[in-house]
């Protein structure tokens, strides 16, 4: 594995190859380590990257504290991918960034909301980052479901020349989805974490046996979750594709849902497929 920090050298090491990307924040966990694995099926050389982007974090969020594990993440990913692209902040952004992608509606949204700027800071890295590697495929975990959405919708609409490809979200026993942000939870909200899924799995089924309000759903999900103590920022369900609010009409649907557990906001989704 290489490792490399600088953008010439980067394209100059892959100049005429077939690249697979998987772009991280580092502190590496089973999730990151399985999209890397799904990402030699689809090119001989694959890349991943280490870069904790300043832009997407707010004025009193977690940016100085966000772990950076590099060595053990490095010894984590050798045998996975054949490049480590980890630049520093200057390296990104040898000049102050004065352009930014400008985003849809949804942006504004579930996270959106609760975090006022994150998608515009995320999607412009991730710009800048697809536009350093070039890759032909680069993959994205369908934890960060809003972020893939807008990931997609930003390559369609500039007709960027990579496919993304989702990986599914990866689950310690209980059913908590991986995280970086997991190691932050005390003992107690550790085993409290989880009933954040298993409230997404009960209203997966209420939908399944034909529940369809929607509000409802959401109103008592927010209510299991807000009687244990968390600080809910939304639970949502939305049309898979779009991310609109689901209409009576949809057959594919997604349940989002984000909320904070002692001083640790965590979310989660899962997908809903409807007969019909």
């Not at 694959?46 to 982007?53: H, T």
């Not at 490095?74 to 952004?93: E, G, I």
């Not at 579930?110 to 991730?126: E, I, Q, S, Y």
């Not at 990579?162 to 005390?186: F, K, M, P, W």
């Amino acid at each position: 594995m290489r490792i490399i920090s600088t953008v010439n050298e980067l394209r100059d090491g892959l100049a005429g190859q077939r690249v697979a990307f998987v772009p991280t924040m580092g502190n590496l966990h089973d999730g990151h380590l399985e999209l890397m694995r799904q990402a030699r099926q689809y090119a001989s050389v694959v890349v991943a990257s280490i870069f904790v982007n300043p832009l997407q974090f707010g004025p009193n969020e977690d940016f100085d504290r966000y772990p950076r594990t590099f060595d053990t993440d490095c010894d984590k990913a050798r045998s996975l991918v054949d490049v480590l692209f980890a630049p520093t902040v200057n390296d990104m952004y040898p000049q102050q960034q004065t352009l930014f992608v400008e985003l849809p509606d949804i942006a504004n949204e579930l996270c959106g909301a609760a975090r006022p700027g994150h998608f515009r800071g995320m999607a412009t890295v991730v710009l800048k980052l697809l536009n350093i590697v070039q890759p032909q495929v680069a993959l994205f975990g369908k934890k960060d479901y809003q972020q893939l959405h807008i990931i997609r919708q930003m390559v369609k609409q500039f007709n960027m020349p990579v496919r993304i490809e989702g990986g599914e979200t990866v689950r310690a026993a209980d059913g908590l989805a991986l995280s970086s942000r997991n190691q932050y939870l005390s003992g107690a909200e550790r085993e409290e974490a989880p009933r954040l899924y298993r409230t997404l799995q009960e209203a997966r089924s209420s939908l399944l046996r034909g529940e369809r309000d929607t509000e409802r759903l959401q109103r008592e999900a927010i209510g299991v979750l807000a009687d244990r103590g968390w600080l809910v920022d939304y639970v949502s369900v939305r049309d898979r594709l779009t991310l609109r609010a689901a209409q009576p009409s949809d057959h594919d649907w997604v349940i989002l849902a984000a909320g904070t557990l002692g001083k640790t906001r965590l979310l989660d989704n899962i997908e809903v497929c409807l007969p019909g």
